[in-house]
């Protein structure tokens, strides 16, 4: 393992902090005045600790926020209210220049490699666009060179830098995007969903090259997706995010051995395993109904509407995310225990 | 080059694609989708048909429903026999007979499959309407009973709503119970819970699973999620460029692939209940299907390829548990697995 040493770049710091982060969405009424009438709950109060050099999966079920956690990190969206720290530095007040030195150190991945590529440019100029916007990156004689070295580095063709998107496979232009993330050198990548669109044989791959890559700058990387077997395959840390909320965190480990909340134990016996003579070994927690409205959600907890365990404090008092008596990772169950069946 | 086709025996199978050749001629060429596909569906069992995109699963599910767009598609030889006729030759009126009221089918997107501007009830119903005569309080009726099949939660307060009006899950149910509406023998469902969440698919697949057992009908599960088909299916059918590269009994298949690209891509999911180092990739990606690599389709992302893979085309090996591999190497695969 190679980390770029600069002195003050150790592994393990905290390297963005996130603190009570919320993002409402107005609902409004009316054309000419318009008003608020409600507002859904996107991101409702999250916070955790992202760390130099490890892998921090978000994982949910769709509508449970983890999108707009990215685009807020990313400052794409507001923030209603709460703080993020880059580096130290406050990620939501920064403004123009110093915003600009904060983005620079925080890429992000998207999910559909179809989409989230200009037609009409090049792959060189895809990848280099960056350089126009950070000048100082690199300076204007070696940008072809170091286009050409990043596409080398994700595994493309550097022969193939005039070429457009829609030559390339899905696979293929997925790594397009992960060079043109890695042009500026960041030390933090937000990957939202970045293999769920690829075939299984191309996932493998994509998520081979994450690994690889990590091992090479010293990344760190936000992996949002809600496959849990990639998740578990990729992240040192898992955080499980229901309704907005983070309602589980904590190691690999923490998570896929000795999860305490049930919305987690149920999403882990759901994840279909690829072996037959598992059928009737595993017990699938069936959840009833679906997810609860953001604009709507229940009193108390938040997933006391589809628990098995859900008793009369939980409609009352909405239960913290913090360590438990049956594990000491942070979980937001007022009857948190370890199961062993699933 | 076609096969002799012998006529179905007294005793054949409820379905049965042999040797099927589809094309689709585009301004670009000629894209060979189906290239002899060929497999069989008996009364109450789960086929499930793997493979990534482009490998011509739901263009096969197409074709038995009569469903396929031609132009730019074209049929160029096989059969598919339902109940020993040969789908392929009936005229549409004979065609449309069978499609919703023998075979049927639901769709991986549940929004855009359903029409936004009339209530889930009067769709579900369309057909009990239309195709089996009923009445319109008779329909309703059914129409309710229907729902209820399908667990639709209060089922009679929910016939007029729209479809915006439910859950991805709930509108794959409709979408279900639609399918059901004419009693059919055979459901193909085409990737049915690939756009739902993990928990809301286990439950739909409970229900499909459920369904078949109680009506007695036989199931063509579509998808790419080797996960999926290891929880519901009884056989495995595995498509690559337009071939079946693999054909056996599920556990079999998951316990030890004859095929390096079934080996290939078990290998290559992250598994939940095994936590790996490196995953293993298949190498390369899938062909052209306007230029399928001579040979075996699959020789350039090979790891077993040797000259004969790009002379010859592997024929089907019949493995001894009953099983075939379209692979020159079939045995030596297998073996590697069990070792």
Known sequence: ????????????????????????????????????????????????????????????????????????????????????????????????????????????????????????????????????????????????????????????????????????SGGQRQRIGIARALALRPDVIVCDEPVSALDVSIQAQVINLLEQLQDEFGLSYIFIAHDLSVVRHICDRVAVMYLGRIVEIGTEEEIYQRATHPYTQALLSAVPVPDPEARDRRTVIRLTGDVPSPADPPSGCRFRTRCWKAEEVCAVQDPQTVPRAADPHPSACHFAEVRTDV | MPTPVSPTPPDGHLLEVRDLHVEFRTGEGVARVINGVSYHLDAGETLAVLGESGSGKSVTAQAIMGILDTPPAHVRSGEIRYQGRDLLTLGEEERRRIRGAEIAMIFQDALSALNPVFPVGWQIGESLRQRAGLSRADARRRTVELMDLVRIPAAAKRLGDYPHQFSGGMRQRVMIAMALALDPKVLIADEPTTALDVTVQAQIMDLLADLRRDLGMALILITHDLGVVAGVADRIAVMYAGRIIEHADVRALYRAPAHPYTKGLLESIPRLDVRGQALSTIRGLPPNLMRIPPGCPFHPRCPYARQVCVDEVPHDLVLGDGRTSACHFAQEVHDDRAR
């Open chain 1, 1 to 168: 393992m190679t980390v770029p040493a600069s002195p003050a770049k150790v592994r393990g710091e905290t390297i963005l902090g996130v603190d009570e982060l919320v993002k409402h969405f107005p609902i409004t009424q009316g054309v000419l005045f318009k008003r608020q009438i409600d507002a859904v709950r996107a991101v409702d109060g999250v916070s955790f600790e992202l760390r130099r050099g490890e892998t921090l999966g978000v994982v949910g079920e769709s509508g449970c926020g983890k999108s707009t956690l990215a685009r807020l990190l990313m400052r794409l969206e507001t923030p209603t209210s709460g703080r993020a720290t880059l580096e130290g530095r406050d990620l939501f007040a920064a403004s123009g220049g110093e915003l600009r030195r904060l983005r620079r150190n925080m890429q992000m991945v998207m999910q559909d490699p179809y989409t989230s590529l200009n037609p009409r440019m090049t792959v060189g100029d895809i990848v280099g666009e960056p350089f126009a916007i950070h000048p100082d990156a690199a300076p204007k004689g070696s940008r072809r060179q170091r286009v050409r070295e990043l596409l080398d580095v994700v595994g493309l063709n550097p022969e193939h830098v005039n070429r457009y998107p829609h030559q390339f």
